[in-house]
T-cell receptor, first 113, second 115 residues
Framework: DVKVTQSSRYLVKRTGEKVFLECVQDMDHENMFWYRQDPGLGLRLIYFSYDVKMKEKGDIPEGYSVSREKKERFSLILESASTNQTSMYLC????????????FGPGTRLTVL | AQSVAQPEDQVNVAEGNPLTVKCTYSVSGNPYLFWYVQYPNRGLQFLLKYITGDNLVKGSYGFEAEFNKSQTSFHLKKPSALVSDSALYFCAVRPYGGSQGNLIFGKGTKLSVKP
């Protein structure tokens, strides 16, 4: 059974703090994704990575960066958190040739005060 | 621009009645279409997909969806709703020529099934 885990379910940070959200998958998937989910806006892709040290911007990369040093781990970094980054963050992974098997983590609900 | 639309923010159904959650898409070429479900405080779970072949696809938990190319729709259906079906449902599409990256998700439809 594929497992995608995220380091925290709930996180509260202050404006200006540097925030790290960690995602780990145990199925040796090449592709990993970070989305944010907001009511009425659905899921929006922030960044994705198709291999170690490889990354591509998604639809809303501003204010975020990512790190993929190991295949199983994909980190989302908020360099200087702002209140408009309060959201649910979802990580996902899948093999590169299997569009029908994208697995999601449970999500991290981040609140920036 | 390629997109997915879920025209209803919320769908209310009585338990035992049939349910439909609507999805339309706008992409070039032949799309791959998906439905995902999100239960409260959980990540998204895959429900079903259309890649090619039979227009009626069956998925998990008794759900099915019908691909209609002429209407560019992929509505999710279930003959008899359960209270436990109450959740947030997302339609998604892999656009034609899509890179290794993205699925395009709709904004989600909240399904509420009352006893």
């Amino acid at each position: 059974d594929v497992k995608v885990t995220q380091s925290s379910r709930y996180l509260v940070k202050r404006t200006g703090e540097k925030v790290f959200l960690e995602c780990v998958q145990d199925m040796d998937h090449e592709n990993m994704f970070w989305y944010r989910q907001d009511p009425g806006l659905g899921l929006r892709l922030i960044y994705f990575s198709y291999d170690v040290k490889m990354k591509e911007k998604g639809d809303i990369p501003e204010g975020y960066s990512v790190s993929r040093e190991k295949k199983e781990r994909f980190s989302l970094i908020l360099e200087s958190a702002s209140t408009n980054q309060t959201s649910m963050y979802l990580c996902a992974s899948r093999p590169p040739d299997r569009w029908d098997t994208q697995y999601f983590g449970p999500g991290t609900r981040l609140t920036v005060l | 621009a390629q997109s997915v639309a879920q025209p209803e923010d919320q769908v209310n159904v009585a338990e035992g009645n049939p349910l439909t959650v609507k999805c339309t898409y706008s992409v070039s070429g032949n799309p791959y279409l998906f439905w995902y479900v999100q239960y409260p405080n959980r990540g998204l779970q895959f429900l079903l997909k259309y890649i090619t072949g039979d227009n009626l696809v069956k998925g998990s938990y008794g759900f099915e969806a019908e691909f209609n190319k002429s209407q560019t729709s992929f509505h999710l259906k279930k003959p008899s709703a359960l209270v436990s079906d109450s959740a947030l449902y997302f339609c998604a599409v892999r656009p034609y020529g899509g890179s290794q990256g993205n699925l395009i998700f709709g904004k989600g439809t909240k399904l509420s099934v009352k006893p």
